[in-house]
């Protein structure tokens, strides 16, 4: 049998329709991969996009006022946040794991993090998505011009710090 049939033979019209009936199949099948797959990425694209964790627990002196405002400047970043006045902020350090060179005025608990001072939120929400290895992110001290502790234009240069579980520090952002 010749590899070219003619036209006017049925077996060979058949073929061809048999041809087209797999290619329509194959492309619709490749389309549907095609979609699935931008709608994978898109998905992904979305979860990676925030971090999944937004509850944050914040330990204050009831008395604080710069706590509160940064308790504000973290809820408008979208975090939803649990407020527990406490005298004894020394013991709530020190479960978490903050050097006593680190400490400030209110400490926040945000998925496996830790939170010392007035930390921008949006570094948190750096943090958060890109889990570094550390115990959390402390600005010592109250600097002007952090959340919480605006007073007017004036901005004082800070550091925000990583630290870890041995107590050592680098530097994850300076404002």
Known sequence: MSAYLP?????NADASADRAQG???FLQRAATMV???AIGRTA???STAQPAIKDMTVY????CGCCSQWVDHVKKAGFTVTVRDTA????VKASFGVPNALASCHTARVGNYAIEGHVPADLIVKLLKEQPAGRGL???GMPV???GMEMGSRKDAYDVLLFDKAGKTRVYASR
């Open 23 to 25: 290619r329509r199949a």
């Open 44 to 46: 992904w694209a979305q």
């Open 145 to 147: 011009g952090s959340p």
């Open 138 to 140: 402390a600005v010592p």
């Open 88 to 91: 004894d902020m020394d013991s």
């Open 35 to 37: 979609g699935l797959a």
């Open 60 to 63: 204050k002196d009831p008395n």
């Open 7 to 11: 036209k006017s033979d049925p077996a």
